[in-house]
């Protein structure tokens, strides 16, 4: 299906529009749709692109430091794009923008073309049948996972159900139904979007692996794979499938997983049609399949929080002020909100629900990150939705709260559509089981590995990233950030992935990082990724100058991504 291709004009310039253009970056916008362009021109060559940054859909404007005249600049995050190049300078070496084909007129006009394929799901499309009361009904349970149940089959997705995620930094909000695990492990088929452990929870996949290893488990074919630990847990079915194309469960139900159009290494959506009625969960994808989505679904599910990255929260020193954190959060999360709320307005799905952003840093250690790290609420985003497109039904899910979709499409105002916890329920969790997970974590500390200095040439040999003009100082330290007698502080310098003693006296970027012990040991014994320590709120970090080095973080979640055991040959 994605073989299929079709050709859209975006915009078109007269031969007067064309002569018009400067040398160097152009914004042009389309008088019919409204939507912006960037040309480059380069002597009588073109390059162009939509005015739309892959990071978070920004606008890019001119960037006045650049002399040259070939960058613009993001107005979201300051991402700057090289257009000569179509080259992401900052972050450096991170994303290659998506060029537009540029069509010369016979007449000497232009027009900027691109290559669409074919929306994958419209292949074989289905006119919708009549639910019955009970036929279809979306239980949400705690954070990104839901049950579907579809006929006579029960579909789950994303199950986090115990235990933390990203190291001991996320912990769940909300209390999971008494009868989680037991529907989990009774389900017919589930669904993980991607390798984050709020997805792929390893504490929760332990018990399913021991009472029902055999369920089929499905992912996306992503470059990064979502079992990438599989060591930890002994599951039997796990099914990895092609994007964009349907597949056939029974006579009725079918589902399509999608890749993200920023993160296609690692991030997926999915579409799940039942009888003609589609429901679509883009969970935490940034730009889910490149923007392009199915319009009138039945349900839409999406992430609304905001907060998932140690950025700013974890950082120190220079503009890092509280006042200055607390102003950037405020500013992130209402354009969160302002675009998650366009989003659904665009789409108009019949019932839109909120998920994938129930957690809290409930461990006591990480009372600062809580106080500061500010969430959108589910209720303000569907208050905004409600404003903008009314039409569209609403849902603030409770954990154990039911939604009958057949109800619901046939009358959005019948109370009996969705069904609340019982008032004696308990919505919100308030223990944790804090010691058995952290003491799983700094059982790491005392490793025999840690006793030998050069356990730290061999890691970072291991994890082979260098050629890059950046300098790290690594410093141990205990919950509170405060250096200890025990533990290792050590410079490591990528240009030639040497270990000096003291910071060399060439011009170089520069990070500081105060790493927890207990999980920097463990993400060094095991082979974890580093969104452990910064999604997770599990270091600090000061750098200078204050660039984002995305390739960096890139290298040590890829590279761990394809560990095996480390360890043996040390």
Not at 122 to 142: I, S
Request: net charge negative; charged share 25%.
């Amino acid at each position: 299906v994605g073989s299929i291709n079709a050709t859209k004009v975006l915009l078109s310039l007269d031969a007067e529009a064309v002569g018009s253009l400067k040398e160097g970056v152009n914004f042009k916008k389309s008088t019919e749709d409204g939507k912006c362009y960037i040309i480059f021109k380069s002597n009588n060559d073109f390059k162009a692109c939509k005015n739309q940054c892959k990071h978070q859909g920004g606008l890019f404007i001119k960037d006045i430091e650049d002399l040259d005249g070939m960058t613009v600049k993001c107005t979201k995050h300051n991402w700057k794009l090289n257009v000569s190049t179509m080259k992401y300078v900052n972050p450096p070496d991170s994303f290659l923008q998506d060029e537009l084909e540029v069509s010369m007129l016979d007449d000497g006009g232009l027009q900027l073309v691109e290559l669409s394929p074919v929306d994958p799901w419209m292949a074989d499309p289905r006119e919708p049948l009549e639910l019955q009361k009970g036929e279809v009904k979306v239980t949400y349970f705690t954070h990104a996972c839901i049950e579907l149940q579809l006929g006579k089959r029960r579909f789950m997705f994303d199950p986090w159900l115990k235990g933390p995620a990203f190291a001991r930094g996320w912990w769940l909000l909300h209390e999971p139904p008494a009868d989680a695990l037991d529907r989990l492990c009774g389900a017919d088929l589930i669904y993980i979007s991607h390798m984050h452990s709020d997805h792929l929870s390893y504490p929760t996949l332990k018990v399913l692996a021991e009472r029902r290893p055999d369920i089929p488990i499905y992912v996306g074919d992503t470059s990064r794979p979502v079992f990438w630990l599989e060591s930890q847990v002994k599951l039997t079915n796990i099914k990895v499938l092609p994007f964009g194309v349907w597949q056939n469960i029974d006579d009725h139900l079918r589902f399509m997983i999608l890749m993200d159009g920023v993160h296609p290494e690692m991030d997926t959506c999915i579409i799940v049609d039942y009888k003609g009625h589609m429901i679509l969960n883009t969970v935490d994808c940034t730009r889910p399949n490149g923007g392009r989505l199915p319009q009138n679904v039945d349900v839409m599910m999406s992430d609304f929080a905001g907060g998932a990255s140690g950025f700013p929260m974890t950082f120190y020193g220079g503009k890092y002020s509280d006042s200055w954190k607390a102003e950037f959060i405020k500013n992130e999360r209402k354009k969160l909100l302002n675009y998650k709320a366009t989003l659904v307005k665009s789409l108009q799905p019949r019932i839109y629900c909120p998920f994938a952003g129930y957690f809290v840093e409930a461990h006591p250690s990480d009372r600062y990150i809580k106080d500061t790290n500010f969430k959108n609420s589910a209720e303000d985003l569907n208050a905004l939705i409600n404003k903008l497109a009314p039409a569209i039904k609403t849902w603030t899910p409770q954990p154990g709260a039911v939604l009958d979709l057949g109800l619901a499409l046939r009358d959005p105002t019948n109370r009996e559509a969705i069904t609340n916890p019982p008032a004696s329920a308990k919505i919100y969790k308030d223990s944790w089981e804090f010691d058995l997970y952290v003491n799983e974590l700094k059982s790491a500390i005392k490793s025999d590995i840690f006793k030998h200095q050069n356990w730290i040439q061999f890691y970072y040999t291991w994890a082979g990233f260098q050629n890059y003009n950046l300098v790290v100082r690594v410093i141990e330290t205990d919950d509170k950030f405060e250096c200890i007698t025990d533990g290792y502080d050590y410079l490591v310098d990528f240009l030639d992935l040497s270990f000096p003693t003291k910071r060399p006296n060439r011009e170089h970027s520069y990070l500081e990082i105060k790493n927890r012990i207990g999980v920097m040991r463990y993400v060094v014994l095991h082979g974890c990724l580093w969104d452990d320590l910064y999604i997770g709120f599990q270091n600090r970090i000061s750098r200078d100058p204050d660039i984002y080095h995305h390739n960096v973080l890139d290298r040590y979640d890829t590279n761990h991504c394809s560990a095996k055991k480390i360890w043996p040959d040390f």
